[in-house]
């Protein structure tokens, strides 16, 4: 990246992916460990995201926050080392937030971050996601999850407004975005990765995600048969990768941007 990274706040973490990659990275470059915080809603995400970190970096070097980053300000003092950070990733969840709470997150991050230090966004979710070739997979997977409600005698709320999980934003969308609250874009990518069925049963137990999927079913049975329909999908609509592994193929958008002074 070419880019000197002391301090480093990984938004959303999950289970720690972005962060671990980006310091296995760091570590297999014989570059010293940076100082992290790993940002998260679920107290649970963030134990996970400590065990994940803690088999490469000391405990000194790393902090648990947890919140939500719309409602986060002032991260950077809150640690011994009361630096602004250098570098901010944000891996696979801006989608799951309306407009304005994305804009507020946005303008959290930017002013935890030095002026010239960057960010990291990535989504799997928006406009142009999904390969023509790969529909017939999200449409056996819906329906399958449905048949299976209503077999249970479950109905759908149709009073209840889909989520913002379910509504995907053009590529243009997350530029202006990031341009109208002070970032620079530096670079954009877009490329087609593979995802599997344990992607897909993750992801399918996961509440904004099956509550954007099947919204206005009680949440816990949305989860519940979105996952039973996954292999029933995948056997039907997978094709095989480079790499002789089934998969659903999918266009993920990668945005780096850098804090205007």
């Known amino acids: 990246m070419g880019v000197r990274v002391d301090r480093l706040l990984d938004v959303a ?18 570059i010293p460990m940076p100082d992290v915080v790993c940002l998260d809603e679920s107290v649970l995400s963030l134990c996970l995201t400590g065990q994940n970190l803690l088999e490469i970096l000391p405990e000194e070097k790393m902090g ?8 986060a300000t002032g991260l950077a003092r809150m640690f011994p080392n009361k ?10 969840g801006i989608h799951y937030l309306s407009p304005e709470d994305q804009r507020s997150a946005l303008c959290n991050i930017r ?22 070739e790969t ?12 048949r299976i409600l209503r077999e249970k ?22 530029r202006e975005l990031l341009s109208d609250v002070g970032f620079k874009v530096v670079s954009e990518e877009s490329f087609l990765a593979m ?28 989860r519940e048969v979105l996952v039973s329909a ?9 094709v095989r990768g480079e790499d002789g592994q089934l998969g659903i193929s999918r266009n993920w958008l990668s945005l780096f941007a850098c804090r205007r002074s």
Not at 111 to 132: C, K, M, V, W, Y
Not at 153 to 174: C, F, L, N, Q, W
Not at 207 to 213: I, L, R, T
């Open 230 to 238: 996954v292999d029933p999908a995948f056997e039907q609509c997978a």
């Open 13 to 30: 973490s999950g289970v720690g992916t972005t962060a671990r990659i980006f310091l296995d990275t760091l570590s297999s470059q014989k």
């Open 195 to 222: 995802t599997t069925a344990d992607f897909w049963r993750g992801l399918s137990d996961y509440d904004q995600y099956a509550s954007g999927a099947l919204h206005g079913y009680p949440l816990e049975s949305a």
């Open 111 to 132: 002013d935890n971050l030095r002026p010239g230090g960057f960010l990291g966004i990535s989504t799997a979710f928006h406009q142009e996601a999904i390969p023509e």
């Open 64 to 71: 648990l926050v947890c919140q939500r980053i719309q409602e």
């Open 135 to 146: 529909k017939p997979f999200y449409k056996a997977h819906i329906s399958g999850a449905v």
């Open 83 to 92: 630096e602004p950070f250098d570098l901010a990733t944000w891996g696979n």
């Open 153 to 174: 005698g479950i109905e759908r709320d149709k009073t209840v407004p889909s989520p913002e999980a379910a509504r995907y934003r053009p590529a243009s969308h997350y």
